[in-house]
């Protein structure tokens, strides 16, 4: 561990830590707009300039390796008029139609604004580009709020690896485009959506989440991803019950922030009337177990052929279809040998899971009968 | 009695016209069946009088131009007995070899730019005549620590602008760890009216080439790039056949000279991005990335390209290596001042009488430059200021021209060195369009990376747009200084940090024309208002 000085506060580092992160895990807040703790810092928003004894000029914190012995002002008149400045250029190119914005609240750039107390600029305001991209089913792309921070061109590089988009065009029109503008279906993007859960504007937004509601309005409910074995943590945010969006939180052990398309955006299946949400006993199995009066025959039309009906079904608990099924399976095994039963396992499952699955089957059933969707 | 006629054909010369000029002398010389060697060389420098034809007869040079196609006959009959018709004294340049009949020519100290315009740029056999190659062949002789040392002690100082000493440098790549190791030859001369280095590659590649053998050597590197840009397609071209030339005379590729040493350069063409010339962003353009400066450390040394250990040195930085080889450090540190080693070459232009390529040593008086080799300001007007370093550079004004060139010096008027480009102004410019000219210039070629840059030299342009167009207010000076603070000392790379000197120089010696712009506007609307 190296000790330096931030803000006349000692503080222990592991080295090759910069100084913005190691100011942040010890609670002091160094302004940034363009860091990211899972990417490589770019330096680009220039609002993490600190100052640091025995250099002339100041210096960005994110791209500052800690050193023995270091002191750190954070705080200065110099970095804080340069802040207010750099701020002041920001909203210069930025509408400041806050309270329409769908990024109220969340907004990096509205909260330093606030901080700083800059309530427009004190240059001449000139939008350096208004297109608007909505060529996809997720999200849409609204360049007036872009702050050209970078953070989506540096996830899609360094983290999903689909290269998807970078800086096109040089000066003040710079903006982030596809390869030559094509759309983003037509791009390597994989619509994962990790540029919108760091875009620190409104410039990227779920489409969903457009007009649904103001940050603070949004309920938060945490859950795993149920898409498959990885188990991915993400956070719907909820309004009268109903999914806005969903993104992912920086402390999930498995994923990060990061989500896949699925993920991210496929969550539509929550409300959908023919969701599965309990188990079901085919109802002339249920009259047979004396689990209904109604007798009932199935179809000439095979049941299995066609789309089960809800109608046929009657719902049970966990308990009982667990043990109508472990007795059913028993009694096959017990008149047929176990070669009678095979299984299938799901790329839902974790591995764990699947390995238990196949240990059951071959152990418990009787059977090498066994096999895994993900091999189809 | 064969009689040598060179004729300089490099990019400015061609442009003045020097193909048709070849041509005729060419045809003449074959119909006429005349004994002359005729000699397609790189540029003299000597801009105001291209196309520039010389010719040696018994070793007594005599140096003509402007010579057009229908000049090349006269000539051509005066020098073979046919009568002296129509030649004129205004026609010639110089007649004495030493050129000290012609100040422009006379007055310099010519060591990167030598052997331009006096040898034939696609002759391996021209360069090995004059010494060519001998400098690497005597640091091969040499352990590579006494090579660093040589350039250290002749102070060279890198030659694209920012100054650092080549030596320190070639050791920090020399200790740095890991391998392979690149060497890097910066030849993307972006400042506009700038053409240093693409004079001494048109005129003595082999020169470069020498200089980076030699940097490798010292540094270790075993693969060396030369990013150009494209825009120099006659000197891509020279390099081309130079780099081949090289690998068939050994001196590049592997086992060079059997010494166990493997060292290749590649040409890497540059796509027209002023930011490309900051070493980081050239890097990236080599990778094939998008050229955008990244922050350092890491530097080069520990981590350039493809994150190996790199070297970058300009053209012009390299291109003095051969001549410290080969003459010795002090004979180079003793060109210059005490502190900075050798010579600079300059773009000389604008409202100069005479323009064009000059090299001088270290130390020497802006003054001399401006008058006594650049002959002052065309058309008698009077000298206003001088803006140095393009771009990121600043003006001096007139009553500074004792300033000596010097890293230091320079730094301290508020211009710096820059890479070479010198713009004379004379006293029917204004001040607020020159910064305006320059800042339009950056604002275009910013990278778009960081804000002060991207939308403070924007509105940097904005105000002084305004002031030019008398709607400025006092105000906006204000604003101005406050932006170039901001710019200045919170952009990422050097293109914005660099970006305000052109302001805050024009502010700083001709505020009163700030001033006179605005109030010029607001006496105007105060008129309108009473009337």
Same mark, same amino acid.
């Given at each position: 561990?190296?000790?330096?000085?931030?803000?006349?506060?000692?503080?222990?580092?592991?080295?090759?830590? /910069?100084?913005?992160?190691?100011?942040?895990?010890?609670?002091?807040?160094?302004?940034?707009?363009?860091?990211?703790?899972?990417?490589?810092?770019?330096?680009?928003?220039?609002?993490?300039?600190?100052?640091?004894?025995?250099?002339?000029?100041?210096?960005?914190?994110?791209? !500052?390796?800690?050193?023995?012995?270091?002191?750190?002002?954070?705080?200065?008149?110099?970095?804080?008029?340069? @802040?207010?400045?750099?701020?002041?250029?920001?909203?210069?190119?930025?509408?400041? /139609?806050?309270?329409?914005?769908?990024? /109220?609240?969340?907004?990096?750039?509205?909260?330093?604004?606030?901080?700083?107390?800059?309530?427009?600029?004190?240059? *001449?305001?000139? !939008?350096?580009?208004?297109?608007?991209?909505?060529?996809?089913?997720?999200?849409?792309?609204?360049?007036?709020?872009?702050?050209?921070?970078?953070?989506?061109?540096?996830?899609?590089?360094?983290?999903?690896?689909?290269?998807?988009?970078?800086?096109?065009?040089?000066?003040?029109? &710079?903006?982030?485009?596809?390869?030559?503008?094509?759309?983003?279906?037509?791009?390597?993007?994989?619509?994962?959506?990790?540029?919108?859960?760091?875009?620190?504007?409104?410039?990227?937004?779920?489409? /969903?989440?457009?007009?649904?509601?103001?940050?603070?309005?949004?309920?938060?409910?945490?859950?795993?991803?149920?898409?498959?074995?990885?188990?991915?943590?993400?956070?719907?945010?909820?309004?009268?019950?109903?999914?806005?969006?969903?993104?992912?939180?920086?402390?999930?052990?498995?994923?990060?922030?990061?989500?896949?398309?699925?993920?991210?955006?496929?969550? *539509?299946?929550?409300?959908?009337?023919? @969701?599965?949400?309990?188990?079901?006993?085919?109802?002339?199995?249920?009259?047979?177990?004396? !689990?209904?009066?109604?007798?009932?025959?199935?179809?000439?039309?095979?049941?299995?052929?066609?789309?089960?009906?809800?109608?046929?079904?009657?719902?049970?608990?966990?308990?009982?279809?667990? *043990?109508? &099924?472990?007795?059913?399976?028993?009694?096959?095994? @017990?008149?047929?040998?176990?070669?009678?039963?095979?299984?299938?396992?799901?790329?839902?499952?974790?591995?764990?899971?699947?390995?238990?699955?196949?240990?059951?089957?071959?152990?418990?059933?009787?059977?090498?009968?066994?096999?895994?969707?993900?091999? !189809? | 009695?064969?009689?040598?006629?060179?004729? $300089?054909?490099?990019?400015?010369?061609?442009?003045?016209?020097?193909?048709?000029?070849?041509?005729?002398?060419?045809?003449?010389?074959?119909?006429?069946?005349?004994?002359?060697?005729?000699?397609?060389?790189?540029? +003299?420098?000597?801009?105001? %009088?291209?196309?520039?034809?010389?010719?040696?007869?018994?070793?007594?040079?005599?140096?003509?131009?402007?010579?057009?196609?229908?000049?090349?006959?006269?000539?051509?009959?005066?020098?073979?007995?046919?009568?002296?018709? $129509?030649?004129?004294?205004?026609?010639?340049?110089?007649?004495?070899?030493?050129?000290?009949?012609?100040?422009?020519?006379?007055?310099?100290?010519?060591?990167?730019?030598?052997?331009?315009?006096?040898?034939?740029?696609?002759?391996?056999?021209?360069?090995?005549?004059?010494?060519?190659?001998?400098?690497?062949?005597?640091?091969?002789?040499?352990?590579?620590?006494?090579?660093?040392?040589?350039?250290?002690?002749?102070?060279?100082?890198?030659?694209?602008?920012?100054?650092?000493?080549?030596?320190?440098?070639?050791?920090?790549?020399?200790?740095?760890? $890991?391998?392979?190791?690149?060497?890097?030859?910066?030849?993307? =001369?972006?400042?506009?009216?700038?053409?240093?280095?693409?004079?001494?590659?048109?005129?003595?590649?082999?020169? +470069?080439?020498?200089?980076?053998?030699?940097?490798?050597?010292?540094?270790?590197?075993?693969?060396?790039?030369?990013?150009?840009?494209?825009?120099?397609?006659?000197?891509?071209?020279?390099?081309?056949?130079?780099?081949?030339?090289?690998?068939?005379?050994?001196?590049?590729?592997?086992?060079?000279?059997?010494?166990?040493?493997?060292?290749?350069?590649?040409?890497?063409?540059?796509?027209?991005?002023?930011?490309?010339?900051?070493?980081?962003? +050239?890097?990236?353009?080599?990778?094939?990335?998008?050229?955008?400066? %990244?922050?350092?450390?890491?530097?080069?040394?520990?981590?350039?390209?493809?994150?190996?250990?790199?070297?970058?040195?300009?053209?012009?930085?390299?291109?003095?290596?051969?001549?410290?080889?080969?003459?010795?450090?002090?004979?180079?540190?003793?060109?210059?001042?005490?502190?900075?080693?050798?010579?600079?070459?300059?773009?000389?232009?604008?409202?100069?009488?005479?323009?064009?390529?000059?090299?001088?040593?270290?130390?020497?008086?802006?003054?001399?430059?401006?008058?006594?080799?650049?002959?002052?300001?065309?058309?008698?007007?009077?000298?206003?200021?001088?803006?140095?370093?393009?771009?990121?550079?600043?003006?001096?004004?007139?009553?500074?021209?004792?300033?000596?060139?010097?890293?230091?010096?320079?730094?301290?008027?508020?211009?710096?060195?820059?890479?070479?480009?010198?713009?004379?102004?004379?006293?029917?410019?204004?001040?607020?369009?020159?910064?305006?000219?320059?800042?339009?210039?950056?604002?275009?070629?910013?990278?778009?990376?960081?804000?002060?840059?991207?939308?403070?030299? %924007?509105?940097?342009?904005?105000?002084?747009?305004?002031?030019?167009?008398?709607?400025?207010?006092?105000?906006?000076?204000?604003?101005?200084?406050?932006?170039?603070?901001?710019?200045?000392?919170?952009? +990422?790379?050097?293109?914005?940090?660099?970006?305000?000197?052109?302001?805050?120089?024009?502010?700083?010696?001709?505020?009163?024309?700030? =001033?006179?712009?605005?109030?010029?506007?607001?006496?105007?609307? =105060?008129?309108?208002?009473?009337?």
């Amino acid at each position: 561990m190296i000790k330096i000085t931030i803000d006349n506060r000692e503080i222990e580092v592991k080295p090759g830590t /910069n100084v913005l992160q190691a100011a942040l895990d010890n609670g002091i807040d160094i302004p940034h707009l363009c860091y990211h703790p899972e990417l490589v810092p770019s330096g680009g928003c220039r609002m993490c300039l600190v100052e640091v004894e025995g250099r002339p000029n100041p210096v960005p914190s994110c791209g !500052l390796q800690a050193a023995e012995g270091m002191v750190i002002h954070t705080r200065t008149e110099q970095v804080e008029a340069m @802040r207010r400045d750099i701020i002041d250029l920001f909203v210069s190119d930025h509408p400041l /139609n806050c309270v329409v914005c769908d990024k /109220n609240g969340a907004c990096a750039l509205q909260k330093y604004a606030y901080e700083y107390n800059v309530a427009e600029t004190s240059f *001449d305001f000139e !939008l350096s580009r208004t297109l608007y991209q909505d060529d996809n089913p997720f999200f849409i792309r609204d360049h007036q709020y872009c702050i050209l921070c970078g953070k989506c061109v540096r996830v899609c590089d360094e983290v999903v690896g689909a290269h998807a988009i970078d800086f096109s065009q040089r000066g003040f029109v &710079t903006y982030i485009a596809t390869p030559f503008d094509v759309p983003l279906a037509e791009s390597s993007c994989v619509f994962c959506g990790s540029c919108v859960q760091v875009c620190p504007t409104a410039a990227l937004l779920p489409r /969903n989440k457009i007009g649904k509601g103001r940050e603070w309005e949004l309920e938060r409910t945490r859950t795993v991803c149920g898409y498959c074995g990885v188990g991915c943590s993400l956070e719907y945010a909820l309004k009268d019950g109903e999914i806005i969006y969903a993104q992912g939180f920086a402390d999930a052990p498995v994923n990060g922030e990061f989500l896949c398309v699925k993920g991210r955006f496929g969550w *539509d299946f929550a409300k959908q009337p023919d @969701r599965l949400t309990q188990p079901l006993v085919r109802k002339d199995l249920a009259y047979e177990l004396g !689990l209904t009066d109604e007798p009932w025959e199935l179809p000439e039309t095979s049941v299995l052929k066609s789309k089960p009906k809800a109608e046929n079904y009657i719902p049970v608990s966990w308990e009982q279809a667990i *043990d109508i &099924t472990a007795t059913k399976l028993a009694d096959i095994i @017990r008149q047929h040998g176990g070669n009678a039963v095979a299984g299938l396992a799901s790329a839902r499952c974790t591995n764990e899971e699947n390995y238990i699955f196949q240990k059951f089957m071959r152990v418990g059933v009787g059977t090498n009968s066994i096999d895994h969707c993900a091999r !189809l | 009695m064969s009689v040598l006629i060179r004729i $300089g054909m490099s990019t400015s010369d061609i442009a003045a016209g020097a193909e048709a000029t070849y041509q005729a002398l060419e045809s003449a010389v074959r119909h006429r069946q005349l004994p002359v060697t005729l000699k397609r060389t790189g540029s +003299l420098g000597v801009s105001h %009088r291209e196309p520039v034809v010389e010719v040696v007869e018994n070793g007594q040079s005599t140096l003509y131009g402007p010579v057009t196609p229908e000049r090349v006959r006269p000539l051509l009959d005066q020098h073979f007995g046919a009568g002296h018709r $129509g030649v004129s004294e205004d026609w010639v340049i110089s007649r004495r070899n030493d050129r000290s009949d012609y100040p422009f020519l006379g007055l310099q100290t010519k060591v990167t730019t030598k052997l331009c315009g006096v040898i034939d740029p696609y002759s391996l056999d021209d360069y090995l005549a004059h010494d060519g190659y001998e400098a690497f062949k005597k640091a091969l002789k040499m352990s590579p620590e006494a090579v660093v040392q040589a350039i250290k002690d002749s102070k060279l100082r890198g030659r694209g602008g920012a100054g650092f000493p080549t030596g320190i440098k070639w050791e920090l790549l020399r200790k740095s760890p $890991g391998s392979p190791k690149y060497l890097i030859c910066n030849a993307d =001369e972006g400042d506009p009216g700038a053409f240093m280095d693409r004079a001494t590659i048109e005129g003595d590649p082999h020169k +470069l080439l020498e200089g980076m053998l030699i940097a490798a050597y010292a540094t270790g590197a075993s693969r060396g790039y030369i990013y150009v840009r494209a825009e120099y397609p006659l000197a891509i071209n020279v390099l081309r056949n130079a780099i081949r030339q090289a690998r068939e005379y050994g001196v590049l590729g592997q086992n060079i000279l059997g010494t166990g040493m493997d060292f290749d350069i590649v040409i890497k063409e540059g796509a027209g991005a002023f930011v490309c010339g900051e070493e980081t962003a +050239l890097m990236h353009s080599i990778e094939g990335k998008r050229g955008m400066p %990244r922050m350092r450390p890491p530097y080069p040394a520990q981590s350039g390209l493809w994150g190996k250990p790199s070297n970058i040195n300009n053209v012009e930085t390299l291109a003095s290596i051969s001549s410290i080889i080969l003459n010795g450090p002090d004979w180079y540190a003793g060109l210059g001042t005490e502190k900075s080693g050798g010579t600079k070459a300059f773009a000389l232009a604008g409202a100069i009488q005479r323009s064009g390529l000059v090299e001088v040593p270290i130390g020497t008086p802006l003054r001399r430059l401006i008058y006594d080799i650049g002959g002052g300001c065309a058309n008698g007007r009077e000298l206003k200021a001088v803006q140095l370093g393009g771009p990121s550079g600043g003006c001096i004004p007139a009553h500074l021209i004792d300033t000596i060139i010097d890293y230091d010096e320079l730094r301290a008027t508020g211009a710096i060195m820059g890479s070479g480009g010198m713009i004379v102004l004379d006293d029917t410019v204004s001040m607020v369009n020159i910064a305006h000219y320059f800042l339009s210039f950056t604002q275009d070629e910013s990278c778009g990376k960081c804000v002060p840059c991207r939308v403070g030299t %924007r509105k940097m342009l904005n105000i002084l747009a305004r002031i030019l167009h008398g709607q400025g207010v006092m105000e906006d000076i204000d604003r101005l200084e406050r932006l170039c603070h901001t710019v200045g000392k919170g952009s +990422l790379c050097g293109l914005g940090q660099t970006a305000p000197n052109p302001v805050l120089t024009t502010l700083r010696y001709f505020r009163h024309e700030y =001033e006179q712009a605005i109030a010029n506007r607001q006496n105007g609307h =105060e008129a309108a208002l009473a009337a």
